[in-house]
């Protein structure tokens, strides 16, 4: 068996590290919009939904535990303006970055009903470099769910739900999810 030469080693090292390919989301050399973005889009597919879930969300943000939540905020879609002219820059670690939600409306746990409201939602997120890697700060927001996520969940819920008459209320709000616009 043969041994590799050590400069193939260097080589090869070299290659890997200077790969901006593989530097990890949330890493300092990298946009903190990556940061915003990829933790909304893991919250519109629904990550905050289910305690077990949670946990991908993490390495992305600053604050321990998650509220719980009464409510989901119901979306089509977010965008996280990444032009820098719009930013407030607070200094060279830490950044507020402005997004904009196209939010349908609320759904509620409790009482398993929807509240329609569509209207454009900006929030702005407080980012900054921490150990290495940009985390979001605040705000700590109730779910921003994609309603045809929310829409599988709900049908879901309904094929587990034993208790007739809550069947019932979930089938309601399946058809209020299903048209909201």
Sequence with gaps: MTRPSCSLVAALLLLLLSNDGLAQT???NKDPVEVVTKYLSLDRHGAR???????????????????AWGHVVVITDFEVLDDIAQWQIIDMLEVVIPVKFRV????????AGFLPGAKVEEIRFR??????RW????PILPPHVGQKRLIGFVRQAILDEKNPSRQAKLGELLAALKKAR
């Design 49 to 67: 939904l289910e305690a077990m879930s949670v946990e991908v969300l993490k390495p992305y943000i600053n604050w321990k535990e998650e509220p």
């Design 104 to 111: 349908l409306g609320s759904m509620y746990w409790e009482t």
């Design 127 to 132: 980012v900054k470099g921490m150990v290495g």
């Design 135 to 138: 985390r979001i700060m605040e």
């Design 26 to 28: 949330g890493a300092l």
